[in-house]
């Protein structure tokens, strides 16, 4: 009704304006502040996610049963359409164990203003009082979110691919199918159907990223303080949702929203971009 707002309006108009108020008083280059140790965390797991994700595509053989059914023309839904889904978890759980303690690290040294010092011996105050498993806090929420946001990503994904390459190829006819060359994916549409798939999984995953957030910062305040913290995610959840109501679960929805949508699409064009040339010079077929 007149004189009211939304309140995911009034979040997204809070946003943009602070993102402005930066801008104008730190510079556009204070946008990329912290850059360093994002990456030093972000390039091996993404090394890892995508290489593994696509080598097993390869090796339970959906890139083949893909390329069939592109020369094949087939539209119907089956079994093979899941697969990427399952893969993408398999690779995402692989690449958060790898990467879980450094992004543990990256918590704590954002959550509070520490020395290296002083990182060195929180780390070591965590392991005396909890083992070394201390190092994977938070990996479970983690999983909670990355597992099923890849599943849904890749799911979204490779259905739109894979009708991508069959409008492509119908009425087309061959006489030898396994000497065709699909059609290459256009970076437009591979950044069209990644956004897409990031779009989808960042909506139903948002939740599961304030929880995760909320268990690293929680177990970094216990640290601090020297007080215990619950190691249960689900009585995490229950604390959150009691103290702060269902509109807790939707803190930061508009930015990592974007953030998602963006990445997702520009990491998979950039993916299906280069694994295509690279296949092409070496003389393999393209998946």
């Not at 759980?93 to 543990?104: K, W």
């Not at 060195?120 to 005396?128: E, G, N, R, V």
């Not at 006489?175 to 139903?204: E, H, I, Q, R, W």
């Not at 909320?214 to 995490?236: C, F, N, P």
Request: aromatic share 12%.
């Amino acid at each position: 009704k007149p004189g009211s707002l939304s309140a995911e309006y009034v979040y997204a108009l809070f946003f943009f304006t602070l993102l402005c108020k930066i801008v104008r008083n730190e510079g556009i280059w204070s946008l990329w502040s912290g850059l360093s140790p994002t990456l030093v965390m972000a390039l091996p797991q993404t090394v890892i996610y995508y290489t593994l994700n696509d080598w097993l595509k390869e090796i339970v053989g959906y890139t083949h049963a893909q390329r069939s059914r592109a020369v094949g023309t087939h539209l119907d839904l089956s079994a093979t359409d899941w697969i990427p889904g399952l893969v993408g978890g398999v690779s995402r759980v692989c690449a958060v164990a790898v990467i879980s303690p450094l992004e543990l690290l990256r918590t704590k040294m954002q959550s509070y203003a520490m020395t290296p010092e002083r990182l060195i011996q929180t780390l070591k105050d965590a392991i005396s009082q909890s083992g070394l498993q201390s190092l994977w806090t938070g990996m479970g929420p983690t999983l909670l979110r990355d597992v099923p946001y890849s599943m849904i990503c890749w799911l979204v994904f490779d259905y739109l691919k894979s009708r991508y390459l069959v409008g492509q190829l119908s009425g087309v006819h061959f006489n030898v199918s396994d000497s065709v060359k699909l059609p290459v994916l256009p970076y437009g549409y591979a950044f069209l159907f990644g956004a897409t798939a990031g779009l989808c999984a960042g909506v139903l995953t948002h939740p599961f990223d304030v929880i995760k957030t909320h268990r690293q910062v929680e177990l970094g305040e216990a640290l601090v303080h020297d007080r215990t913290y619950s190691k249960s995610t689900w009585i995490s959840l229950r604390r959150l949702y009691s103290s702060s109501g269902p509109r807790a679960m939707f803190v930061g929805f508009t930015p990592r929203l974007m953030k998602t949508t963006c990445a997702s699409a520009i990491m998979i064009a950039t993916f299906e971009t280069s694994k295509y040339h690279f296949a092409s010079s070496l003389g393999a077929p393209p998946s």
